[in-house]
């Protein structure tokens, strides 16, 4: 995904939802008390809290593709 895109809606306030088909895991990014948050979510699993420097989270952000929020709700 396009950075500058990324930070520019994490500033807005919007949540970033992010796909790797790949890896079969799926991110959701906010962005809370001047920090971007990261969670991750592998196929049919609950979500958990991550570093966003996680080295999943790093790649997923340089070249997963972009979801809903129902999509990544239904992973």
Do not use: W
């Not at 500058?4 to 994490?10: A, C, S, V």
């Not at 500033?11 to 001047?34: K, N, P, Q, V």
């Amino acid at each position: 995904m396009d950075l500058r895109k990324l930070r520019k809606k994490l500033l807005a306030g919007e949540s970033i939802y992010l796909l790797d088909d790949f890896e079969e895991t799926a991110i959701r990014l906010i962005y809370e008390d001047g920090f971007t948050k990261a969670f991750i979510k592998h196929k049919r699993r609950n979500e958990i809290s991550v570093p966003q420097s996680n080295e999943t989270v790093c790649e997923i952000i340089l070249s997963g593709k972009e979801i809903t929020k129902s999509e990544y709700n239904e992973y």
